[in-house]
């Protein structure tokens, strides 16, 4: 089983940049699919945006232009770089493989974006 361990959260006024890490366990990750996902509150989970082993990036259309997904293998982490925050990114903020097979889910870390 892989484990992920998301952070980089915070609080950010419209328009700041926050960067998500997500810590990967395991010596594989370099031939992973990952994505990274978030939960608004009260809504279902979504997809944000994916890289894969060859390092092809697709993003959610709402924040492409303002989100930047990247990875280091030699470090087993993932990163998403977010600019130009709004409100309506605030949520909780998760990693996850896409190939292999969707991971347990970790902790997250939150994103609020307000004045």
């Known amino acids: 089983q892989v484990q992920l361990v998301e952070s980089g959260g915070g609080l950010v006024q419209p328009g700041g940049s926050l960067r998500l890490s997500c810590a990967v366990s395991?010596?594989?990750?370099?031939?992973?699919?990952m994505g990274w996902y978030r939960q608004a509150p009260g809504k279902q989970r979504e997809w944000v945006a994916q890289?894969?082993?060859?390092?092809?990036?697709t993003y959610l259309d709402s924040v492409s232009g303002r989100f930047t997904i990247s990875r280091d293998n030699s470090w087993n982490t993932m990163y998403l770089q977010m600019n130009d925050l709004k409100p309506e990114d605030t949520g909780v903020y998760y990693c996850?493989?896409?190939?292999?097979?969707?991971?347990?889910w970790g902790q997250g870390t939150q994103v609020t974006v307000s004045s």
């Open positions: 996850n493989t896409l190939i292999p097979a969707p991971q347990p």
């Open positions: 395991g010596r594989l990750f370099s031939i992973y699919a």
């Open positions: 890289i894969t082993r060859e390092s092809r990036i």
